[in-house]
């Protein structure tokens, strides 16, 4: 047991963990730190954010499926048996376009889920008061908009006519995604760096209360006069305070990439012929769903090979179920890496202030 590390390995440590940073802000964050003013002007931006994330993508997938219902659908491959009139250059240009914006959509909402989701533990480490309601709607809203706009896309891109409008509609989706975002398109009288100052401030005194020991290759946050701080439940925490709603949207976003990607580049939807009944059927066709299942099943093999990379201590039951079939990093060890970066950090920032003073002493 040993108070600090060496400063090499804590360096290289912090280097290596360089994505755990300190929250972003968005108008959620703000109400739930309370730094944001009780006006109405502000409240009424808050809750039209809500109603826009909430029901933008469902609209339009709702506007998308309206219009596939009139059109009929042209199955592309085998493409000898498919429709004459169809045009082999322009279905390529127009379905590679659509195959990398409605991507590009679906991996930015999962890495946008995932960077929220890692910074929630940082959040209550800060603020152990920190406002239940507006973590909910925090997790809630986003995880809804993201999960929403990567079902919603597919159906829109059908639907639209020409390129441009695949872009537009493909940007309105991501201009969605990051409505609550502080300095971004809407102005919410707070910008980033006002939160950014915040955070730092908030971090240097409660940083400054703690002090860390070294317990088996991991760092352990004690209080003042070695009293450890309490923690709640991980799983309840996450329950109640609604961080798996990441995981469920992170868990629809990466279904709607496996089977909408097959789908898209097999159908083509055309102003002719009888309209197509059952929409579902049509675009969950058989080589739609064994596509879906092999893109599925390589992605878990992928996780598998990722999990079993890790040392044999870090390996459980608990850690199996979320790093290869949820795809996502286990909550206790990320809440395990936090510690072990904040605290290498600690340390590495004490140690300098006291070799700053030694030099200050021996140059006097």
Known sequence: RRTCGPPEEEAAFVQRKRFIGEPEGNIYRGWAVGITTWTPQLLSLTLLVMAAQFLAPLISLIWARYQLSRLRAVHLFPWDEADTTLSFEEEVMKKTLGLIFTSLVIMNGDNRL???????????????????????????????????????????????????????????????????????????????????????????????????????GHYVRQAEFDKVVPKAHWLMTRIVQGDVFYTLGRIVNGLALCFGCPAYLSIKWVDSGEPTGDLLSEIMNRQSMVVGLLLLATCWFGSFIWYMCHPREHRSCRNFFYQVFLMRPDPVEVRQIYEDVLGARTCLIRKDTSYTSVDSSADD
């Open 114 to 216: 995932q960077r929220l989701d890692f910074q929630r533990e940082r959040l209550r480490t800060l603020y152990p008061d920190i406002g239940t309601f507006w973590m909910l709607a925090d997790a809630f809203f986003n995880s809804w908009c993201v999960a929403a706009c990567s079902v919603a896309v597919f159906p829109m891109v059908w639907a639209v006519d020409d390129v441009n409008d695949l872009i537009l509609d493909v940007f309105g989706f991501l201009f969605v995604q990051s409505l609550d975002d502080y300095s971004g398109i809407i102005d919410f009288g707070i910008e980033q760096s006002d939160f950014d100052r915040i955070i730092l401030d908030r971090s240097i005194e409660i940083d400054g209360k703690v002090r860390w020991v070294h317990e088996d």
